[in-house]
């Protein structure tokens, strides 16, 4: 994995075999690959599942696509960019851009992903990124962030999905600010990306998500107080990782550890995925070692 330069990995695990998924677009189009392996070492050459088709909302560059299985299909979660810039009230600030996340379906990992519906499921009038799928009591949502980048103090929001995952069918629900982020330093912007739910060997809902502090890119945890979306949520005093990496998810590989993927370090073209065992301790989760 060492020889990808890759952001924000995203490794699904199935029927054997070891899926990692990345930005990869075609033309003009945005669009995501997938490297497969048996034994997350050696990777097969990167092949083209999702192309974004003429007539979606927008066909730009696409950031951190997921894949999920959900009732024997499987399904890309995608940011995607539109680039009519939009310009914010601050004149020191970054123009808005449409940014969203859309869904995308396939009888199978290797793709062909096709859309779920040709419009984003998140607001059309939020800069948004990141979703990822979660299932609670039967019921499909999607957890996402609200980009600093409009709101100044990002967030983590979610919202309901209907069963085939082609729209929302509640309104936005915060789940907390970037600046309860316990690396936070004082700032005039606070980021959150990459969310990834986790429940713990004991049933307490863990959320871990990225943002930046004294070290730069740093992995956070936080809990649900209830067990439940809803929460409320608290952050809990120690960073997963604070060594400029980030944006990570959690998968069990094929000997039944528990394992963590980020990226590091946090810099254009220098982004490898790191692998790291993790400790499930009921409370927390801990990194064991690479």
Same mark, same amino acid.
């Given at each position: ?55 979606? +909302? ?8 997921? $894949? ?17 810039? +939009? ?5 020191? +600030? ?48 999607? $957890? ?11 967030? $983590? ?51 871990? +998500? ?81």
């Amino acid at each position: 994995m060492q020889d990808i330069n890759i952001r924000d990995p995203f490794i699904l695990v199935d029927d054997g075999t070891y899926y990692l998924y990345a930005t990869s677009s075609v033309g003009k189009a945005g669009g995501v690959a997938v490297y497969t392996s048996k034994d997350l070492k050696t990777w097969t050459e990167k092949k083209q599942v999702l192309t974004l088709p003429e007539g979606n +909302w927008s066909r730009g560059n696409i950031w951190a696509p997921e $894949v999920h299985k959900y009732n024997g299909k499987y399904y890309i979660f995608a940011t995607i960019n539109e680039y009519t810039k +939009w310009k914010m009230s601050r004149e020191d +600030w970054p123009d808005y851009i449409y940014r969203a996340t859309q869904i995308f379906c396939s009888d199978s990992p290797t793709g062909p992903f096709v859309p779920t519906s040709d419009m984003p499921q998140t607001p059309i009038d939020y800069m948004a990124l990141d979703g990822t799928l979660f299932v609670e009591d039967g019921e499909p949502y999607m $957890v996402f962030c609200h980009e600093w980048v409009q709101i100044e103090d990002g967030t $983590v929001e979610f919202i309901k999905l209907d069963k085939e995952l082609t729209k929302a069918v509640s309104s936005p629900v915060r789940m907390f600010y970037g600046s309860t982020c316990c690396v936070a330093e004082p700032s005039k912007s606070y980021v959150t990306d990459g969310c990834f739910m986790y429940r713990t060997k004991t049933g307490k809902l863990l959320m871990i +998500w990225a943002s930046f502090g004294p070290d730069g890119y740093a992995e956070c945890i936080a809990e649900s107080l209830t067990g439940k979306l809803a929460g409320p949520w608290r952050q809990q005093s120690e960073p997963l990782f604070k060594q400029d990496g980030g944006h990570a998810m959690i998968f069990t590989d094929l000997e039944g550890k528990l394992r963590l993927v980020l990226h590091s370090p946090n810099e254009g073209g220098l982004e490898r995925a790191r692998l790291f065992t993790l400790e499930d301790t009921g409370e927390t989760l801990k990194i064991v070692n690479e």
